[in-house]
């Protein structure tokens, strides 16, 4: 893969809400085992999304066994730092983040506790500059232990995970426990991959299972889980990730690349979800002393409101600094907080373009004015609209 230490579509230096907030979808890819081939599906989901045209990140957490530098053949690359701003490997359209980019070399070992683990992994997503992400794929440690626990509670609402398991009842019991870590933290469980699901001779063609049979879809059918695919045992795939290829440039089998294809293609199937419920309204009214600013582009505070559409009632409010105004930033940022409609004074047509694009609603020509009264006028359809002030 051809890389580079990229500092273009930044984000300016902030927190970890801020970097998340950027981030449309967050997918996690966790396993309960070691050994069952997750880095390896979380590396091929990121770069097959990004073949598609998307923006991804993709960010290893397993501090202690860090592989995705070896398996995007980046191990000899080191990052440097913008503004206070880690910055991420590039290749393309993919950006790529690991502890081991850090260290002084592959031989060195992590040897810490819990609170330094937190510690770095919070600074691993908050201060990377991911600038704006279509996709988010986090490459999770095995098991249910500090690193996953914290990695996803500070990634936070929002977010999907990806199971990954092998036929065997021994890895299929351990993604059990994995999915009830899941449901614990009220993270919902996007899929199941089986990887390593059978392998076929290449003289006879006859299909050996290795490791047992469909124990993932037994699994999904146990849990009522989605089972994204099944990828088979392709000796191509394990020399193109040592070689630091993806499954696509790694000459597998047919097969293989269809099951990879499913995979991509169930993921982006209905992913279009905010981090509110999808009958509830979010508004957001840029604020300057209290009321409805009439310079949108000058804003320092958002008042985020909750919103019952069927009782016209205000059912929450949340006042919000957002990141500094740069083009596609506020759209992505307010996409990320759930945020459905916008009531602004005034803003420009590209603007108001990037706001539709992020599935948001632009009511322009209101009245400065608190927004509890803008929000029950629009409620009541009564918000009274004149001129848009911003209009180029």
Known sequence: ??????????????????????????????????????????????????????????????????????????????????????????????KIMSIAYLLQDEKQAVIWRGPMKHTVIKQLLGNTDWGILDYLIVDFPPGTGDE????????????????????????????????????????????????????????????????????????????????????????KITAGADEGRPISESGADEATLKALACIIDKLLKDTNK?????????IAIPLADGKLTLHFGHCRQFAVMDVDPENKSITAREDMVPPEHEPGVLPKWLHGMGVTHIIAAGMGQRAQQLFNQNGIEVIVGAEADTPENLVKAFLSESLVTGQNICDH
């Open 1 to 94: 893969m051809k890389t580079s230490c990229d500092d273009s579509n930044q984000l300016p230096p902030g927190d970890l809400e801020f970097s998340m907030a950027a981030i449309d979808k967050k997918i996690l890819v966790l396993s309960g085992k070691g050994g069952v081939g997750k880095s390896t599906a979380a590396v091929n989901i990121a770069v097959e999304l990004s073949r598609r045209g998307l923006n991804v990140g993709l960010l290893d957490i397993d501090l202690h066994g860090p592989s995705v530098p070896r398996m995007t053949d980046t191990s000899d690359v080191h990052c440097s730092t913008i503004k206070d701003k880690i910055v991420p490997i590039q290749a393309g359209n993919l």
């Open 148 to 235: 996953p626990l914290a990695a996803a509670e500070l990634i936070g609402d929002g977010a999907e995970a990806v199971v990954v398991t092998t036929p065997q009842q021994v890895a299929v019991g351990d993604v059990r426990r994995c999915i009830t870590f899941c449901e614990k933290l009220s993270l919902t469980v996007r899929g199941i991959v089986e990887n390593m699901s059978s392998a076929v001779c290449p003289a006879c063609g006859e299909v050996f299972n290795i490791y047992g049979s469909e124990g993932g879809r037994k699994l999904a059918e146990e849990t009522g889980i989605e089972l994204l695919g099944s990828i088979p045992i392709d000796p």
């Open 274 to 282: 905010t981090t509110k419920g999808n009958d509830n309204m979010r």
